[in-house]
């Protein structure tokens, strides 16, 4: 199995590399490499979750198949078969001796006329640069790649970092990086090279990503449970950043929030067993605020403000006024992508991918410390303190939690009332914790009762969002009020959109009973 951690860094920052702390008085070897990588027109590999490719390495030609495994946080875990061919094609009974008696990926290469389809799709022409590390006591290999990949004349530059782990803890990857980060412009990649040349292959657009399946077996320790289910809302939040920061796609935002939502309510979740470090508290909660703002902005020029336009009655000129909500669509969506850039995004999910994988190493023995797990990136350790029982049952604790949250749910849904927008405010987010709880948990339980707890909460979340969407408009006009006079058209406008808004409130309020009256009928776990 290899584990790596990919890092991406500017060509113009390379020789920052060269002379780091680290690497004074290391050797370097200097290697270039020449990769084809292989599939079938209907990539076949691909779709299997595999990549083949062959690759010259000091004049010999080594064929290597990578397949299976997991990226979770920037950190490539993946089985890796790998032998000398006589030329720059791929042997496949040479590759099914050594997959061995693997019965699946023996069976994705036996697939019907897989051999004559195969073809050569793209290439990896780098130049490699290697040191040798020992770091608190793992070998860990530091790759810098700098090159292109190449498609029918088409080219896409690569430069990136790899940390690969020879021997020892998973974990010093990420405190190596730590450390990396502290003098170098560095983003964390969950992206290989063959996922970047198959780029080439489909010319895909950007594209949104909702969370990944996420299924718990029935026997799962609560610790187990709680890495699954961080590292599956860190993989939505990282599937939506390249989006974020190089487009406007709107349900990529949607997205990426999203994933961070879900990851601090799982944070949340799971305080009394590994309370999350302060530092990665407050950087979360940074990031929500980000690209919450980002995202209200983008919801009432895209959705809200559509329902003011459609007003009878408004003033001249009002259709002006999308155009200066739009001018702080884009400023927000600026600065969200600017946020994804920056040293403290690289550093949040360094730290987290350490946090989690020292916590994993030590979890038979403790939980986290309430006070936070303390990294020290020199010596790639963290502190623990105690806590309970990693192996408790996720079904048992699961089920407490439910009830601990249906009690608080059904406790704010009885102090909901039209004129305080903050009991409504907190009504849906004791409903979303608790649906984001049971989706976590949701292969634990079977029958009606889940499908019927769920479509409840979603059904709340709906009618009370909705509520939601009109009072963060009013707050976003009222802001976007004070930048104007009173007397020019633009404060006309905002003024004549609240007004608006609110009527539309007090026209069509939310049936808060109806709302009480459904979470009354939760059922019970």
């Not at 004049?59 to 089985?79: C, D, E, F, I, Y």
């Not at 009762?449 to 909460?457: D, E, I, Q, V």
């Amino acid at each position: 199995m290899e584990v790596e951690l990919k890092l991406l860094l500017a060509p113009e920052h390379n020789q920052q590399l060269r002379q780091h702390p680290l690497l004074a008085g290391l050797a370097t070897r200097t290697q270039p490499l020449l990769a084809h990588y292989f599939d079938t027109p209907d990539l076949h590999l691909l779709r299997h979750g595999a990549g083949l490719r062959v690759r010259k390495e000091d004049g010999v030609w080594m064929q290597t198949m990578k397949a299976g495994g997991s990226v979770q946080n920037g950190l490539h875990q993946r089985n890796e078969w790998e032998g000398p061919v006589s030329r720059p094609w791929p042997q496949l009974g040479k590759l099914r001796k050594l997959i061995g008696d693997d019965a699946h990926w023996r069976d994705v290469l036996a697939a019907p006329h897989f051999k004559q389809r195969l073809e050569a799709l793209f290439a990896v022409v780098v130049e490699r640069e290697i040191w040798q590390l020992d770091y608190a006591g793992s070998q860990i290999e530091l790759v810098l790649d700098c090159g292109h990949i190449e498609r029918h004349g088409q080219q896409l530059p690569l430069n990136e970092i790899e940390l690969e782990l020879r021997q020892g803890k998973p974990e010093h990857l990420f405190a190596l990086a730590l450390q990396l980060l502290e003098r170098l412009p560095l983003q964390l990649s969950n992206v290989n090279k063959a996922q970047r040349g198959y780029s080439l292959c489909r010319q895909t657009g950007t594209q949104a990503h909702h969370a990944r399946a996420l299924a718990l077996p029935a026997d799962a320790t609560l610790d187990a449970a709680r890495h699954a289910i961080l590292f599956n809302c860190l993989q939505q939040v990282q599937d939506n950043e390249q989006a974020v920061i190089h487009s406007d796609h709107a349900e990529a935002l949607h997205q990426m929030r999203v994933g961070v939502r879900r990851l601090r309510s799982a944070l949340k979740l799971f305080r009394s067993v590994a309370p999350c470090p302060p530092q990665l508290k407050e950087d979360w909660r940074w990031l929500a605020q980000v690209l919450g703002k980002a995202r209200d902005w983008e919801v009432l020029g895209s959705a809200t403000l559509a329902r003011v336009q459609a007003s009878p009655g408004g003033p001249a000129g009002l259709h002006d006024l999308p155009a200066l909500v739009q001018q702080q669509v884009a400023a927000h969506r600026q600065q969200a992508a600017q946020a994804l850039r920056s040293p403290r995004y690289t550093r949040l999910l360094l730290q987290m991918g350490h946090w989690l994988l020292a916590g994993a190493a030590s979890s038979s023995a403790a939980a986290m410390q309430a006070d936070g797990t303390r990294i020290d990136a020199a010596q790639g350790e963290a502190t623990h303190g105690t806590g309970e029982e990693a192996g408790t049952s996720a079904a048992e604790f699961s089920r407490h939690t439910m009830q601990r949250l249906r009690k608080t749910l059904l406790k704010r849904a009885r102090g909901m009332n039209d004129t305080d927008a903050a009991s409504i405010h907190r009504t849906r987010i004791a409903a979303k914790q608790s649906r984001y709880t049971l989706e976590f948990f949701h292969t634990l339980y079977r029958g009606k009762a889940l499908r019927k707890y769920l479509a409840t909460l979603e059904a709340t979340q709906e009618a009370l969002g909705q509520h939601n969407d009109l009072v963060v408009a009013d707050r976003l006009l009222q802001q976007l009020g004070s930048e104007h006079p009173a007397a020019t058209p633009a404060a006309r406008h905002i003024a004549f959109a609240r007004g608006y808004l609110r009527a539309l409130q007090e026209q069509q309020p939310t049936d808060l009973q109806a709302v009480q009256a459904g979470l009354r009928e939760l059922p019970r776990f």
